[in-house]
């Protein structure tokens, strides 16, 4: 398979707002390879990438005004591999999630050869034109590989973001597909580039890799990467956010589904943006067992339980990173609800208060205004409007309190303590809003369970970014 080094490709994505007549506020694409200067420490300089992988990202012009940008990804396994995939639970699931799905289940999560990926259009809602679209995608991508016919089907995940509602251009997508595949290459500029293609209203690249071992083998070291996309329209609930990750540890395929949901529900699935659920939600893990070693067979082993911990870490790192690039994000906010009698509970109060507007704005407005977070609090649970009043039992309000935990270490700041106000020292609280990173702790006093979401404020640039998005 011929390999090239990828050329250093501009990064231009996010546009920024820019006066003009009529005073409507627009935006405008910065430099070309401009990433915000706060961003730069998240991008990976070097990495450490799973064996048997090969990767590129390249430009075929999805979308017209996109003259160079790379938008078309492509992982290949060199030998066909296990893998799977969590995807939106959305309704309006777009063409590649149902092709993708349909596709690992006919497979039972084997033999499967790679991932290809457009960004710049979404491919949702387009009928049976873009159904037929997404199967050609993956067809495309198989026709790549000398491999005998199986009796099968398809061996390629296929996934796409963008504007929802637009045909792909998919001439241009199937003709761009064999010099991707010449492209491939495994060195740190062939993921990057890649991590680069997939993204859309980001700002900047999110790729991460790093090494682990397992028990059965501990001389053998073992290499996990992957890269994500997504700024907006972030609220998974993966029974526009996309994400590949590889492994060279060698797992049966019945258990990689398990090992993927399980990782999804503590990372991906307890993010929130702007708490839109997109159309077009997959994450997918393929593991092709070329560093060698015992493969994982039993939910019961040692080594299922080490790997378990390592992907939901990794897992958990990535989809952090999703966040931090937020639409116009100044925040990166940690939500911790504990004390609470459910992890059920726990998570539908933190998902309450992650996607609350005032509370966002406030954040973003660096105002310590507490009583907002109570209110989402306290409605979290209730019961829909035309329906009976239900009872609550996991919110008791005289046990409920709530603190700012600051990123510098220093003392939290309490601001309601068992249902009864603190006198709030607005001076400290307005030094812990200045900070990028805040926690927002909520104990119940009613349990022992507990559960984490990570969010962003919502800022001015979101409501531009967002009102300009097809211009």
């Not at 992907?311 to 931090?324: N, S």
Request: one cysteine or more.
């Amino acid at each position: 398979m011929a390999l090239r080094s990828l050329p250093t490709t501009a990064f231009a994505r996010l546009k920024r707002p820019s006066a003009s007549m009529g005073g409507v506020r627009r935006y405008s694409p910065p430099p070309q390879g401009a990433i915000p200067a706060a961003k730069q420490k998240y991008v990976p300089t070097s990495g450490t990438y799973p064996k048997g992988f090969l990767i590129s990202g390249s430009h075929v012009g999805v979308k017209p005004t996109n003259k160079s940008t790379p938008d078309l990804a492509f992982l290949a396994s060199e030998t066909p591999c296990a893998a799977a995939a969590v995807f939106t639970k959305n309704k309006f699931q777009a063409a590649p999630v149902t092709v993708s799905r349909e596709m690992l289940k006919r497979r039972n999560n084997s033999g499967v050869r790679s991932v290809i990926v457009n960004s710049g259009c979404a491919n949702a809602v387009t009928g049976k034109g873009g159904m037929e679209d997404a199967e050609k995608m993956g067809e495309e991508a198989d026709k790549c590989f000398d491999q005998t016919n199986d009796g099968k089907g398809g061996s390629s995940i296929v996934m796409s973001t963008g504007v929802i509602g637009q045909r792909l251009p998919i001439r241009k997508i199937l003709q761009g597909i064999p010099a991707a595949f010449d492209a491939l290459g495994s060195s740190h500029d062939h993921w990057l580039t890649a991590a680069q293609a997939i993204c859309t209203t980001d700002t900047f690249p999110k790729l991460i890799s790093r090494t682990f071992s397992l028990p059965s083998s501990p001389s053998i070291e073992y290499k996990i990467a992957g890269m994500t996309k997504g700024a907006g329209m972030i609220h998974p609930n993966m029974a526009t956010l996309l994400g590949m990750i590889a492994t060279d540890a060698a797992i049966t395929p019945a258990l990689l589904p398990t090992l993927l949901t399980n990782a999804v529900n503590k990372s991906f699935n307890s993010i929130s943006i702007d708490g839109d659920t997109s159309t077009n939600d997959t994450v997918a893990v393929l593991a092709n067992g070329a560093a060698g070693g015992k493969e994982i067979t039993s939910e019961s082993s040692q080594d299922y339980i080490v790997f378990q911990k390592a992907l939901t870490e990794f897992a958990t790192d990535l989809a952090k990173l999703v966040v931090r690039d937020g639409e116009g994000a100044t925040k990166f906010v940690t939500i911790r609800v504990t004390e609470s009698p459910s992890e059920v509970g726990a998570r539908k109060i933190a998902s309450t208060i992650a996607r609350s507007p005032l509370v966002k704005t406030a954040l973003y407005g660096k105002d310590a205004n507490w009583g907002r977070i109570l209110c989402a609090t306290g409605y979290s649970q209730i019961s829909e409007p035309g329906q009976a009043i239900n009872e609550v039992p996991d919110i008791i309000p005289e046990k409920t309190s709530v603190s700012f935990i600051p990123s510098d270490g220093s003392p939290e700041l309490k601001l309601l303590v068992n249902g009864e106000p603190e006198t709030v020292d607005e001076v400290r609280a307005a030094e812990i809003l200045e900070h990028e990173d805040l926690e927002i702790l909520v104990r119940l006093g009613g349990g022992e369970q507990e559960a984490v979401y990570w969010t962003c404020d919502y800022s001015h640039e979101y409501i531009t970014i967002n009102g300009d998005y097809r211009t």
